[in-house]
T-cell receptor
Framework: KQEVTQIPAALSVPEGENLVLNCSFTDSAIYNLQWFRQDPGKGLTSLLLIQSSQREQTSGRLNASLDKSSGRSTLYIAASQPGDSATYLCAVRRSMYSGGGADGLTFGKGTHLIIQP | DVKVTQSSRYLVKRTGEKVFLECVQDMDHENMFWYRQDPGLGLRLIYFSYDVKMKEKGDIPEGYSVSREKKERFSLILESASTNQTSMYLC????????????FGPGTRLTVT
């Protein structure tokens, strides 16, 4: 059964720092990996999607990498801002052939990020 | 822009009531999903549907059912609500193509008393 782990669970850094959020998954049979942002009490906003054949994706100050063979992804945030404060979730789209709940996303529990002004 | 809407942001129901949570998407997506989110447990897949009238169980389908009579609408049904179904419920949609990303609605916070 696929398990997704995110480290650290919480992170607090001063504004302007570059930071890295980590995500690991146990089963490399994935279609893609998606990073989301969630603000308190709100839904999920998709940040980046990496296909299983890709190594990285970039959007503005965000860069996500994927090493499928080792079951790891990182989300790099450059020049952090207070508006980046949120919970960041990593999710993998499971293979149709992995059995049981053949589609959908498996989520990590998230990293709660606070950027101090 | 893809838009996924959910019928209620907050809902309070009594134990034993039948509860309907509605989700509508406006991008002609084939796939629709229901997740619940709980502190310490994260998001977990309840059910998904890849076409009208088609449904598949996710990881935690017990106590829930779903209905998809039209492509744009996916309903989650709690046949007899219980207190352990108090949670945040999130709906998502995506194209049939597995490489496509999932888009989420704003969520419904359901409290069962």
């Amino acid at each position: 059964k696929q398990e997704v782990t995110q480290i650290p669970a919480a992170l607090s850094v001063p504004e302007g720092e570059n930071l890295v959020l980590n995500c690991s998954f146990t089963d490399s049979a994935i279609y893609n990996l998606q990073w989301f942002r969630q603000d308190p009490g709100k839904g999920l906003t998709s940040l980046l999607l990496i296909q299983s054949s890709q190594r990285e994706q970039t959007s503005g100050r965000l860069n996500a990498s994927l090493d499928k063979s080792s079951g790891r992804s990182t989300l790099y945030i450059a020049a952090s801002q207070p508006g980046d404060s949120a919970t960041y979730l990593c999710a993998v789209r499971r293979s149709m052939y992995s059995g049981g709940g053949a589609d959908g996303l498996t989520f990590g529990k998230g990293t709660h990020l606070i950027i101090q002004p | 822009d893809v838009k996924v809407t959910q019928s209620s942001r907050y809902l309070v129901k009594r134990t034993g009531e039948k509860v309907f949570l509605e989700c509508v998407q406006d991008m002609d997506h084939e796939n629709m999903f229901w997740y619940r989110q709980d502190p310490g447990l994260g998001l977990r897949l309840i059910y998904f549907s890849y076409d009208v009238k088609m449904k598949e169980k996710g990881d935690i389908p017990e106590g829930y059912s779903v209905s998809r009579e039209k492509k744009e609408r996916f309903s989650l049904i709690l046949e007899s609500a219980s207190t352990n179904q108090t949670s945040m419920y999130l709906c998502a949609s995506s194209l049939w193509v597995v490489s496509y990303e999932q888009y989420f609605g704003p969520g419904t916070r359901l409290t069962v008393t």
